[in-house]
Structure formats: C-alpha cells, structure tokens
C-alpha cells in the first residue's frame, strides 16, 4: 500500500493545537486530506485554524491515557474507515540543570514525549499491520541527536524518540508500514514562550550559565530560522511521495548540529579504536 491517490488519505496527529502541529493540521485540510487531530484543547485548536473543518475530527485526549487513546484512534477508524498516516508531534521544551529537575518533572515529560507516543502506537500499528501499509511520523528534534546544558530532561525524551523509532522502523517494514523521524531545529513558533517551555519551580544559584541561556531563549522568541509553514510542507511532502531516509532533518541549524555531533562521535570512535578490544576475551 502507497499513500493513497486515489482518495483523501487519513491522518492521525498528535500536538496540533499550536506551532508545527497546527501548521500541519491546517495544511492538511487544504489539500482535502482527512484529519483527526488531538490535543488537550480542542477549543483553542478550532479558533486558531483558518481552513475549512469539514474534514476534522477534533479530539480531547490525554496521551498518558492508554484507553482515552485507543479510544480515539477506534473513533478516528469509526469516522473516516482507516487510517494512512500516524504523527506522534505532541511534546513541549523544558529548560533546567539536571540537578534541578525534579522527580515530577521527569515522569511528566517522559509520560508525554515517551509513553503517549507508545500509546498511539500501540493502538494504530495493528491497523496499519492489517492494511499491509501506511506511514508513522515521529517528530522529534535536533536535540534528539545531540545534548546541550539545561535541555538534559528533553533531550533525555527525544534520545528515547529516536531510539524507538530506530527499533520500529526495523520492525514494521515487511508489512510495508514507512517511518519517518523529524528533526527540526528552531522554528518560529511559540515553542519558547513561556506559554508552552516548562521552567523549574526551584533553581540554584550554582548554574549562572544555565539561567543566562534560558534568557538569552527566551528573548530568541520571534527571531528563529526555521519557518513552520516550510517545515510542515516538507513534512506532508516526505510523507506524500514515500521517499527519503529515515531521518528528515528541517533547518540549516539543525543540520549543523547534527554534523557537529557525528564529527564528535567519529573522533571519539577513532580515539577509542586502539583499546576497545582490551575488554574482550584472548582469542
């Protein structure tokens, strides 16, 4: 099963009622396509798109909750009779050393950015099975491949993204099932407002640094490279022609990143080569 051309395809996105998620959302009822978007507000995700809603199915759902999101995905097959596409897109930034995150904040994030991505998961993949095809989108982030200081509890959610991924992927080719892992850089959303980045309740005064950069993010708001419009567009056009790598990597920023950290990665593997075998058994 290709993406379907002959009918409106039907997609099932996570995070929609803001930034990327809502870009794509709004994208896709232009073309036509079927959406069934979920999010914790419906209410905000109707007042913000533009397009035409006929095709939405707009869904309350609490991704923690494994039946709330199996429930969604059986009224997402009951309204539009299958699904052709998953996008796991919910998530939210969270700036703070490791040593001031809590043990909430940690069960949250990962709840979020790892469990509801496993819940989705775990209700769409047997339809998708069954269908022999369809497309599963993971959006994760640059910071998924490399860490910085104050994103350690982020990147620990997207690390944990990509490893998944990576495993589904393997798994679920010989049922013709793609899959797809974004990772953006910073795009001009309002993902570093205070609105949607989670800050620590309690701080030390250890971590001038860390404080600085959460400023210095804060007042990048409105001034990032990547623009979501683009960004989603490439997004639906991956997805559309079934073409490409497993990784889609969105922004001039995000690239480099990446290239900085496989630079790293290649010179501490080619440092390491001499005495890696020093742990195995004499042959």
């Not at 104050?150 to 990147?155: A, D, R, S, V």
């Not at 990772?183 to 989670?198: C, H, K, M, Q």
């Not at 990547?226 to 960004?231: A, C, F």
């Amino acid at each position: 099963m290709t993406f379907p051309a002959d009918r409106p395809a039907t997609w099932f996105v996570t995070g929609t009622s803001r930034g990327l998620g809502l870009e794509l959302v709004e994208q896709l009822l232009e073309r036509g396509d079927n959406v069934a978007a979920t999010t914790r507000s419906t209410e905000r995700l109707l007042q913000a798109l533009k397009a035409d809603t006929t095709r939405l199915l707009a869904l309350a759902v609490d991704l923690r909750d494994e039946e709330a999101v199996a429930q969604a995905v059986r009224k997402t097959t009951e309204r539009f009779g299958g699904i052709d596409v998953v996008v796991n897109n919910a998530g939210y930034g969270y700036l703070a050393a490791v040593e001031e995150t809590t043990d909430r904040d940690v069960r949250d994030m990962l709840d979020v950015q790892v469990v509801g991505v496993w819940n989705v998961l775990r209700a769409a993949l047997p339809i998708l099975r069954e269908q022999r095809g369809g497309h599963v989108v993971n959006v994760s982030s640059v910071l998924g491949l490399t860490s910085v200081p104050g994103w350690g509890l982020y990147c620990a959610g997207k690390y944990a993204l990509e490893g998944l991924t990576e495993a589904l992927a393997g798994e679920v080719a010989e049922f013709g099932v793609k899959v797809t892992i974004v990772e953006p850089g910073y795009f001009r959303t309002d993902f570093l407002t205070t609105d949607s980045l989670a800050l620590p309740d309690d701080t030390t005064a250890a971590y001038p640094a860390i404080r600085e950069m959460v400023e210095n993010h804060l007042a990048l708001q409105g001034n990032q490279l990547g623009d979501p419009v683009r960004g989603a567009r490439l997004m639906i056009e991956r997805v559309v022609s079934g073409e490409g790598p497993l990784r889609q990597i969105l922004g001039s920023d995000s690239h480099a990143y990446a290239t900085a950290k496989v630079q790293a990665l290649q010179a501490n593997l080619d440092a390491a080569a001499a005495t890696a075998s020093a742990s195995d058994f004499p042959a």
